[in-house]
Each structure stands twice: as C-alpha cells, then as structure tokens.
C-alpha cells in the first residue's frame, strides 16, 4: 500500500473517463472531507407552537437548527435558507395544524425569492379537522448568490385560535419542519 499525493488527476483522451477502483470496491473519504453532492443540506423545525392569522399566508418561523451543514440557513431573523453553492436542490416543507383546535390547512408552499414557487392545497373547510398535516416537497434550483426559499402557509380556522404544532420534546418529534439537501449541479 502507498500514498499517492497529487493535486490533479485528467483522463489521457480529451473529455475521458477516470476510473478509480474496480466494481464493488469501496472508498473512505478522511474525516471532515465532504462528497460534491448532498451538501449543503440544512433540517430546521418549529420548536415550539407559531401562532397564525386565518386566511392569509404566513411565514413559518422555523427557529430551531438540527442540521445546517454550511450556515445558509437563518433561524432568528428571516428564517430561510440561502445556499452559497449553485445547483439543483431537493426542498420539503411538512406543516401539523395544533391539535386543540380545528386549524384546517389549506396551503402549503415554498416561496423562492419572495414568490410562491410550489404549492400544495388542500381544501378540508367544513371538516373540522384536528391535527391535519400537509407536505411540498420538490426540485428547487439555486444560483449560490442570492436565491432564498422560505416556507409558509395559509390556513383556514374551525374555532379557537390558529397554530400551527411545534416539537414535542418526550420523545422528540417534529411536526412543523423544513429540510433540503443539493442533489447536484
């Protein structure tokens, strides 16, 4: 066994192929040293109960970071994400109305760049509906500058005040939660 040290490796043939290894072989990469795919990746939850107005659409506050591999995600103030490296990315959105009341959620989106950009709707008004849950998820492209997503959502209220359900802490549980990973270029 020996150490190859080097700082580039091409194919001999113009637009070539570099093989490492044989079919079956595995490769560690050394502690610390990320793969080019699935970062950034960030999963970011509601920590405790966010009020909501009834029919409008409001922005999730989700305040509380689980992972958040590059810092591109902002949990105090604007709470949304802003990846530095361009690329396509996989984007999902779960929202649980509070159980105490009959909070029927009709929308779930992600905006990108302040526009609404994927949308799930649900229309369960009359249905008093407790606990319901709604999910988006989707491909989002980024530039790595300046693009954001952020989630929200409409709701449309049965009796008592709307909310939208945070962690549990006994046994954790997310309920109200965003997460993303970049799948590539």
Not at 7 to 34: H, R, Y
């Amino acid at each position: 066994m020996g150490t190859i040290k080097t700082t580039n490796i091409e194919p001999i043939a113009t637009n070539g192929t570099v093989t490492l290894g044989s079919s079956g072989d595995q490769f560690t990469l050394a502690t610390g040293a990320k793969s080019s795919f699935l970062y950034p990746a960030f999963f970011v939850y509601l920590g405790s109960n966010q009020s909501v107005s009834d029919g409008v659409y409001t922005k999730i506050q989700f305040n509380t970071e689980l992972l958040d591999t590059d810092n591109a995600y902002d949990n105090s103030t604007n709470y949304r994400f802003t990846p530095q490296t361009a690329g396509n990315y996989f984007i999902s959105v779960n929202i649980m109305s509070d159980y105490s009341n009959t909070t029927n959620i009709q929308d779930t989106v992600i905006y990108k760049n302040g526009d609404k950009f994927l949308r799930s709707y649900v229309d369960n008004r009359g249905q008093n509906t407790y606990n319901q849950s709604t999910n988006i998820s989707g491909i989002v492209s980024f530039n790595g500058s300046s693009d954001y997503i952020e989630g929200f959502t409409r709701v449309d209220v049965g009796s008592g005040t709307p909310e939208l359900s945070g962690s549990s802490s006994s046994p954790l549980q997310h309920y109200t939660y965003m997460y993303g990973y970049r799948i590539g270029s």
